[in-house]
């Protein structure tokens, strides 16, 4: 079955950029079946949708964190990454990555998350 | 402040029924599908309910969906005290501000 696993530095300073990567496996990112996904969740808080990816490489983005994100995808690696700019202790929280069959619709997978704090 | 709103606890006794409500508008939950994920302590969040009312493969049929107008209801049966969780509702917002939005949460507490 479909996995999704995070990975990435767990720890970032202020104003620097965080980037993570989420490696699909049992399944192909290429296929087009569906769109790719970050969404992250600070301590004790809800969850906060990031951005999606299509295997294309089209893009769409939380509009309150357009500025500062970028989604990419590597097919060759079957892999889809984070990077996340300006970071501040705001931006703590676990991160993961997830799928839907469209960009509207549920995500169905999530990978098990990675925690990622902001701090000198 | 979440797009979709939901009470931050719920509880009941093992065996009761309990009914979790996710409150949206018309640009969300009004036209769109709405998802339910059970996030048990210290885990992701699993996908219960998908399209307002189906279930996935595995999820047994204590857990149920529908919507109504801009809101939604997740009743869960025959509790147990393995349902303690947070449990978040999600859609599709297509407001200027378009995107996927969750709910802040709900506690639930089987007593």
């Known amino acids: 079955q479909v996995q999704l696993q995070e990975s990435g530095p767990g720890l970032v300073k202020p104003s620097q950029t965080l980037s993570l990567t989420c490696t699909v496996s049992g399944g192909s990112i290429s296929s087009g079946d569906y769109y790719w996904s970050w969404i992250r969740q600070p301590p004790g808080k809800g969850l906060e949708w990031i951005g999606y990816i299509y295997y294309s490489g089209s893009t769409y983005y939380n509009p309150s964190l357009k500025s500062r994100v970028t989604i990419s995808v590597d097919t060759s690696k079957n892999q889809f990454s984070l990077k996340l700019s300006s970071v501040t202790a705001a931006d703590t929280a676990v991160y993961y990555c997830?799928?839907?069959?469209?960009?509207?619709?549920?995500?169905?997978?999530w990978g098990q998350g990675t925690m990622v704090t902001v701090s000198s | 402040q979440s797009v979709l709103t939901q009470p931050p606890s719920v509880s009941a006794a093992p065996g009761q029924k309990v009914t979790i409500s996710c409150s949206g508008s018309?640009?969300?939950?009004?036209?769109?599908?709405v998802s339910w994920y059970q996030q048990l302590p210290g885990t992701a969040p699993k996908l219960l309910i998908y399209?307002?009312?189906k279930r996935p493969s595995g999820i047994p049929d204590r857990f149920s969906g529908s919507k109504s107008g801009t809101s939604a209801t997740l009743g869960i049966t025959g509790l147990q005290t393995g349902d303690e969780a947070d449990y978040y509702c999600?859609?599709?917002?297509?407001?200027?501000?378009?995107?996927?939005?969750f709910g802040g949460g709900t506690k639930l507490t089987v007593l």
């Open positions: 018309s640009s969300n939950i009004g036209n769109n599908y």
């Open positions: 999600g859609t599709w917002d297509s407001s200027l501000s378009a995107g996927s939005v």
């Open positions: 997830a799928r839907g069959a469209t960009m509207k619709e549920a995500f169905d997978i």
């Open positions: 399209d307002n009312n």
